[in-house]
């Protein structure tokens, strides 16, 4: 390197600088004169702050040497009128030069959703009142990240500068108010526009080990973002502005790219209005404004509910629409609006929810658009387009546009109709129709596939919409999950489990009326004292240490409770899972519900009896143990899961609905013949759990917890119901397993199950899927035990199934099931339909969500039993000669 240049400060105010160092001539001057000039490789400071430019830029510079970086030259410079020479700001420009090269700050790229912005290189302004080891700190260390960084010495310079530059961080030095206000300044920045995306930093004095660090409340109050503790290491200030780059100011970076969106929003032709999740309006765009006849400012801030409502509307619309987008999911359909005028206008509406912080839906975003179907929105569409286009080809390149998007959202039948077609006289007969299918005011998700398919009728050759005819047939059937199973060549077994588990059986029309012996045991004082977890016998408390075990045997603790498996299962699976604490009920409150629960099933029924709620039980508590069902419930999922099981077959009479409603009991003509046995079960248990302080377990929860829980539990046990089976199973399959499946498979998931439950607890809606499909499967998960729990459960059931037919048979009742008449049954052959019919494609659903190997290798084993049997022509439940042994 050369020697250094000289400087020269006139008694005028103006510097001359001589660099030795420059090339061709040997005393090249460069003036400053009225803050504007070049330097080179110099940074220029001088005591007489008021005589050169307040703020010195430089894009880079060549890091300082391993010593204490080259201090710069000072010059006093004289005469009043340098001192009075007002300095301008920015106004010295100066590029250091290494070795001939400079060096330059890349871009970067960064990506805010879908789209990808170039962040150019991070200014900075350092506000220091004097040059010291802090300031050099700072801009070396800038120096070192590449980024611009401009320096200023007082408040007036330092505001004139950050409004000419808009820099991304700002430094201000708080360590001395001797010589200005650092929160002063700050103020004055955060004042005016441009600050509100810078991040702005206060460098505070050290403290020393005695002392208290002081809050940083006044700091934030006065419009800083963070405090930097003093410290000169040139690594220290580097780090801190990197952390700030890739922290708040690649936020803001982020934030700021939103002007981009609002001024799209602005232009864009639909009218789109976004809310909170109370529903205050938070932004409108001006084709909404034009559309409703309000201006924003008597909107923002508003609530839709203080805004008139139009009477076209059904009464119940508006809690339709609250209640399906508060569950995550988008609606669509027509709605009525009113004006400010007063007018009523047909809207095509689709309110997307957003997710937002906490993971919650925090917006509701409504595009809006006018129904050009309907007449009394003509004139309202055309001054509403008339701005927008101007001369003939325009005003038909938009009707060319609404014609191409007729499709899709099912709106202009006029249009749809009017062009050219395969079939003229069917598209003449469907007008009708499909125009009253539009000017629907709710539309169900059905609804809209029948407009789609109603609309692609319309340009459709004949055959296509022939078939498309009998599509719209079958989706207007009730029975949209059901199989519908062949009229000839039909397996009775199948058939027979379908009628009496999937039917209500068919009513008789002489009066009859069967009432089954109920043993209601609503009193409690006949009941002994219970045990503690603690006082169980050892031969009890042995087996229960294995009740984790998907192989765990019922029977034996049947066996050894006499007949009371639920009570001591229960106390160790509510244990397990903090069912008390959730509760904030006592043990010895929950070990009397567990009794008087128990009490309530009929241990003279062969099947269901309280082993099998403890089996239920078992099965559940199995499940939620299961690392993916576990992370896509919460505690009171769990808890009413429990519950759920424990109750799901209180006071079952050993017979079917079917049953109860040919015999015209008193619980199917209380419930309508609709899902009895499930009502009963569910209403009895509350009951029964109400009826006596000593065991109601809900009695310590708020109103608000215990509503929450008992729909959870009604819903699950209303789920084990067998009419809406296939239901159930296909809405799990489509609604968890095929996204699941979806995210798995695609090149951008890193398939993680965190991702993947977080998506879940999302949407209440999966969580119920989940819990619905848990129960069922727990319920019927007697073909996935082991082969020998697996033929103890058949035989039960069958012996079940047995009673009820002789039964019907004394009774002169329908017979629902004749295949199971105890003199001809099969039972290897009706467990192989029920296990072909109902458990195959729901077990491979569940398994494919919760991962259950040995369950599926059960269910193989099993089967593989059943059809040995019943190639052997063998009815009963094993071989005659196993039966010998």
């Known amino acids: 390197m050369g020697c250094a240049p000289s400087i020269h400060v006139s008694h005028s105010g103006v510097i001359y600088c001589r660099d030795s160092e420059e090339s061709n001539s040997p005393h090249q001057t460069t003036t400053i004169s009225q803050g504007t000039a070049t330097l080179h490789g110099l940074f220029v400071k001088t005591d007489a702050a008021d005589s050169i430019p307040s703020v010195l830029a430089y894009q880079s510079r060549e890091p300082p040497p391993s010593a204490a970086p080259r201090r710069k030259e000072r010059r006093e410079s004289g005469g009043a009128s340098a001192r009075s020479r007002t300095p301008h700001c920015c106004s010295v420009e100066a590029e250091t030069q290494t070795s001939s090269s400079s060096v330059k700050a890349s871009t970067t790229e960064v990506q805010v959703g879908p789209m990808r912005l170039t962040q150019y290189p991070i200014q900075v302004l350092l506000i220091f009142a004097k040059e010291d080891n802090q300031s050099n700190g700072f801009w070396w260390a800038c120096d070192r990240a590449g980024y611009r960084c401009n320096i200023a010495w007082t408040p007036e310079s330092a505001l004139e500068c950050f409004l000419d530059k808009h820099q991304e961080i700002i430094v201000i030095d708080h360590r001395n108010s001797r010589y200005f206000d650092a929160e002063d300044i700050c103020r ?74 609002f001024t799209a929003l602005d232009h864009c032709q639909e009218a789109v209005e976004i809310t909170s999740e109370d529903h205050v309006i938070q932004y409108v765009n001006p084709a909404f404004e034009q559309m409703m006849g309000y201006r924003k400012g008597e909107l923002i801030g508003k609530e839709l509910t203080e805004l008139p409502k139009s009477d076209k509307n059904c009464a119940d619309l508006l809690d339709n629409i609250n209640t399906f ?62 701005e927008k286009y101007t001369g003939d080809n ?139 977890i603690s006082d169980v016998p050892l031969c009890i408390a042995q087996l229960l240490d294995n009740e984790e075990s998907w192989d765990f045997n019922i029977f034996e603790l049947e066996a050894v409770t006499n007949k009371r498996p639920l009570v001591y299962l229960g106390l160790k699976v509510f244990a397990r899972f903090g069912v008390s604490e959730f509760l904030n009920c006592s043990e010895v409150t929950l070990r009397a519900w567990l009794q008087v629960i128990e009490a309530n099933y009929h241990s003279s029924n062969s099947y269901h009896n309280s082993t099998h709620a403890a089996d239920v039980l078992h099965a559940t508590a199995f499940f939620l143990g299961k ?153 019927v998960a007697n073909p996935c035990r082991p082969l020998e729990l697996c033929i103890e459960w058949a035989g039960r059931i069958s012996e079940e199934y047995f009673a009820q037919t002789d039964e019907e048979k004394r009774q002169g009742l329908p017979v629902v099931m004749p295949v199971f008449d105890r003199n001809t049954c099969s039972i290897p052959k009706s467990q192989i339909s029920f296990i072909d019919y109902f458990i195959t494609d729901m077990f491979d659903a569940w398994d494919a969500f919760a991962h259950l190997p040995v369950l599926m290798q059960h269910l193989a084993n099993n089967y593989k039993h059943w059809k040995t049997l019943d190639d052997l022509k063998c009815k009963s439940l094993r071989l005659p000669s196993e039966n010998n042994n």
């Open 325 to 386: 987008i508060k569950k995550g999911k988008e609606w669509q359909g027509v709605y009525y609006a009113k004006r400010k005028s007063g007018d009523s206008i047909q809207q095509h509406v689709k309110i997307t929810p957003v997710i937002g912080q906490g993971g919650k839906i925090r917006h509701f975003v409504s595009l809006k658009r006018l129904h050009c179907t309907n007449e009394n929105n003509k004139q309202v569409y055309k001054s509403h387009h008339e």
């Open 627 to 779: 690392e993916r069902v576990k992370g896509s419930l919460d505690h009171l999922d769990e808890v009413a899961a429990l519950i759920a099981a424990t109750i799901h077959d209180v006071d079952h009479p050993g017979r079917t609905n079917s049953f109860l409603c040919n015999a015209g009991s008193e619980l199917a003509v209380l419930y309508n013949d609709t899902a009895v046995l499930e009502s009963h079960h569910t209403a009895l248990a509350f009951q029964l759990t109400t009826k006596d302080s000593k065991c109601n377990i809900f009695k310590n929860i708020d109103r608000n917890r215990y509503r929450t829980l008992r729909q959870a539990i009604i819903d699950m046990v209303l789920a084990t119901e067998m009419t809406k089976h296939f239901e159930h199973v296909n809405k799990f399959v489509n609604s968890i397993n095929k996204p699941m499946a979806s995210e798995e498979t695609s090149p951008h998931s890193e398939g993680s199950d965190t991702d993947c439950t977080a998506n879940i607890k999302n949407f209440p809606d999966n969580q119920t899927l989940i819990k619905r499909m848990m129960i069922k499967c727990a319920d």
């Open 394 to 532: 325009s005003q038909s390149e938009s009707n060319s546009y609404k014609c191409k998007n007729r499709r899709k959202d099912s709106v202009d039948v006029k249009s749809i109709t009017s062009q050219s077609s395969d079939a003229p006289s069917l598209q003449t007969r469907r007008y009708s129709s499909v125009a009253r299918i539009h000017s629907m005011t709710i539309e169900a998700p059905i609804t809209k596939v029948i407009n789609i398919i109603n609309a692609a009728q319309e340009n459709s050759p004949i055959t296509v919409a022939e078939a498309l005819d009998r599509v719209l047939e079958i989706l207007r059937t009730t029975e949209l999950y059901s199989p519908q199973l062949g009229t000839k060549d039909e397996d009775p077994h199948t058939s027979d489990l379908v009628g009496g588990l999937m039917t209500d059986g068919l009513r008789r029309l002489s009066g009859n009326e069967y009432v089954f012996s109920k043993n209601m045991n609503l009193s409690h004082s006949h009941l002994p004292v219970p045990n503690t």
């Open 188 to 261: 004055s920045i955060r004042a005016v526009e441009p600050s509100e995306h810078t991040v702005i930093l206060a460098v505070v004095p050290r403290i020393s080990a005695d002392q208290e660090e002081t809050s940083v409340l006044p700091l934030l109050d006065a419009g800083f973002d963070r405090q930097f503790m003093e410290n000169s290491s040139v690594t220290a200030c580097y780090n801190e502005l990197v952390q700030i780059e890739h922290g708040e100011v690649r936020s803001q970076f982020k934030l700021r790219a939103c002007n981009a969106v």
